[in-house]
């Protein structure tokens, strides 16, 4: 136990007890679950009167420790009870760089993990700190910048108020002028200030500058940096506050559509596993931390998946009129289940929205890929896929369907039958039913039928009427049945 009576004599003499009872502490809590919350409030006090600047660092990074390990109520009495926070803030405008620093650090940390924490910084002085830091009014400010920025992050996690309050002091200006420094670390940071501000205000000024922002750190074409800008963009799409004339006013298609040349670029693509130190090397460049299943996959990967999230959804909110497909064609001929999911998705918000500008090149493209890819496809893509064919091949003609029969598409209907999703299955069965009365006219209704038994398809039904409780699915198989002139 400390003899406190005794550290308290000693401390007028000297800082040197101060720092055997700080080195003590710091190592108890390294080695043990069991402290004294007595000790360390009493270590508190003596190191906070201390004059040396090693003694403050050591109970900085002592409080910082200790609340991580334990984070215990008491704990958070005591660093009421000794106004720590207000300690930290002044600490913060100290001349010494080292204790500047640790203690800057200390409000990144604290204000990263809870919004009662962040409040309490707040409400001594957190603001006008980072104000000063970052209209270089601080002593280190220079070295301080980044950590300013991230505390804004931190607290632009948690709502609106501390975004309004956070754009007062970190400025349009002053955010664009961090975009354009170049140093990608800080925009990093700017695109999930971007990001965050995007999906928690509903101020249109701040929305304006946020999509800006990110329009400008798209066009910088950074992998790493553009991923976490296009999850930006794609939650903002997904919020009931989209506003689709600001988002529209800003060619944001544009700098999304530099992303896809990189995917005609990538020879990954075509391989099913990549190369063990292609991987590794990608994972280490554009990781981030998105908290989602998509830090699964490569960097690349991520970023494609990303792009083609915020396109499909800027379809589906009618955002884009004009869409050219071949974007897509090497994420829809690839090995990557995750990836031909995404691009037929993709595929099918711009055929449902007409966006698309290149419908032969599609045409041309799907009929070279249907005999092989598109009936190799895993079970997960064959839905995305299905979707996707279906609402291409109405529109087509009945000498391009042919190819698509000759292509082997009657096989692949066969496939789609067996999904067991009602509404895939409702429009094979209309599709089908559609081109076999065209056929029919076409005095070739003979060969739909052939090719159709071939595939099992006689079976597919009899299986699909066994186990079906829909009505509508009953009667669109009949209305085929009677139309491609077979019996089950």
């Known amino acids: 136990m400390i003899d406190y009576k005794s550290a308290d004599c000693q401390l007028k003499k000297s800082n040197r007890v101060i720092n055997e009872h700080s080195a003590n502490m710091s190592s108890r809590f390294s080695k043990t679950d069991a402290f004294n919350c007595d000790e360390l409030l009493h270590l508190c006090q003596l190191m906070m009167n201390s004059t040396n600047s090693e003694n403050v660092v050591e109970l900085i990074n002592i409080i910082r420790k200790s609340y991580a390990k334990f984070q215990d109520e008491n704990l958070l009495n005591i660093f009421d009870e000794l106004n720590i926070f207000r300690f930290i803030i002044t600490n913060a405008y100290l001349e010494d760089a080292l204790v500047s620093s640790s203690s800057i650090l200390f409000i990144v940390s604290f204000t990263a993990t809870n919004e009662n924490l962040a409040q309490l910084f707040i409400e001594n002085g957190l603001f006008y700190l980072i104000s000063e830091i970052l209209q270089e009014k601080h002593v280190h400010s220079n070295i301080l910048v980044k950590d300013a920025i991230s505390i804004i992050v931190n607290l632009s996690c948690f709502c ?56 400008k750190i798209l066009e910088l074409n950074n992998p790493e940096i553009s991923i976490i800008a296009l999850h930006g963009l794609s939650k903002y799409l997904d919020s009931p506050c989209f506003n689709k004339l600001l988002f529209t006013k800003i060619n944001l298609q544009k700098s999304i559509e530099i992303i896809f040349p990189l995917i005609s670029n990538n020879q990954s693509l075509s391989t099913e596993n990549l190369n063990d130190n292609l991987h590794n090397e990608l994972n280490n460049k554009f990781n981030c931390d998105l908290n989602n299943r998509l830090n699964k996959l490569n960097g690349y990967d991520n970023l494609f998946i990303q792009a083609c999230l915020v396109i499909g959804k800027m379809n589906q909110k009618k955002c884009i009129t004009e869409f050219s497909t071949e974007q897509l064609f090497p994420l829809l001929d690839c090995n990557r289940p995750k990836l031909q999911e995404i691009a037929f998705w993709c595929l099918k918000c711009a055929l449902v929205q007409n966006s698309i500008i290149d419908f032969p090149k599609l045409i041309d493209f799907l009929l070279g890929i249907c005999k092989d890819k598109l009936h190799q496809a895993t079970f997960n893509v064959l839905v995305y896929e299905a979707d996707a064919l279906l609402s291409i091949l109405p529109k087509v003609e009945y000498k391009i369907f042919k190819q698509f029969v000759e292509n082997g598409i009657i096989e692949l209907f066969v496939k789609f039958l067996l999904i067991e999703n009602f509404q895939i299955q409702k429009d094979t069965l209309r599709v089908m039913s559609n081109f076999c009365s065209i056929a029919a006219a076409h005095n070739e209704s003979e060969n739909i039928k052939k090719l159709f038994i071939q595939a099992e398809g006689v079976e597919t039904l009899r299986e699909l009427i066994d186990r079906n409780c829909d009505s509508q699915i009953d009667k669109a198989i009949f209305k085929f049945i009677e139309m491609i002139d077979i019996k089950l």
């Open 160 to 215: 609106d108020t501390y975004i309004k309050r956070a754009w007062r002091v970190f400025t349009p200006n002053l955010f664009f002028e961090q975009i354009s420094s170049k140093n990608f670390e800080i925009i990093k940071i700017c695109a999930k200030f971007a990001a965050n501000s995007l999906q928690l205000c509903t101020i249109e000024s701040i929305i304006e500058v946020s999509l800006n922002g990110l329009y």
